[in-house]
Nanobody
Framework: QVQLVESGGGLVQAGGSLRLSCAAS????????MGWFRQAPGKEREGVSCISSSDGFTWYADSVKGRFTASSDNDKNTVFLHMNSLKPEDTAVYYC???????????????????WGQGTQVTVSS
């Protein structure tokens, strides 16, 4: 089993910044990639970002590219999502997840992801 605990969501004005954290515990050796999905009200869950802690590979959705940056602290089994220049359309519940490859995130294959964080609300006001 893998446990993922998120933190860092909140309310911010457009143009502001937030940092999300996701700490992993349990069978962390089984994790290859960690990343984030988000789900806005009435919309399908979508992949936002993915990072490979082994080689530093990162992937970003086009809608966040250039504004969001993923990083990891391998010693602490923690990944971060640094979100800058936030827009109202970034408002959603953000979920941390782990998957064998970043393709799970880039192809929105959330329905086959095994491990999820509890979700954290990000609200961007205009």
């Amino acid at each position: 089993q893998v446990q993922l605990v998120e933190s860092g969501g909140g309310l911010v004005q457009a143009g502001g910044s937030l940092r999300l954290s996701c700490a992993a515990s349990g069978r962390t050796f089984s994790m290859n990639r960690m990343g984030w999905f988000r789900q806005a009200p009435g919309k399908e869950r979508e992949g936002v970002s993915c990072i490979s802690s082994s080689d530093g590979f990162t992937w970003y959705a086009d809608s966040v590219k250039g504004r969001f940056t993923a990083s990891s602290d391998n010693d602490k089994n923690t990944v971060f999502l640094h979100m800058n220049s936030l827009k109202p359309e970034d408002t959603a519940v953000y979920y941390c997840a782990t998957a064998p490859t970043c393709t799970y995130f880039s192809s929105n294959s959330y329905f086959i992801v095994d491990y999820w964080g509890q979700g954290t609300q990000v609200t961007v006001s205009s």
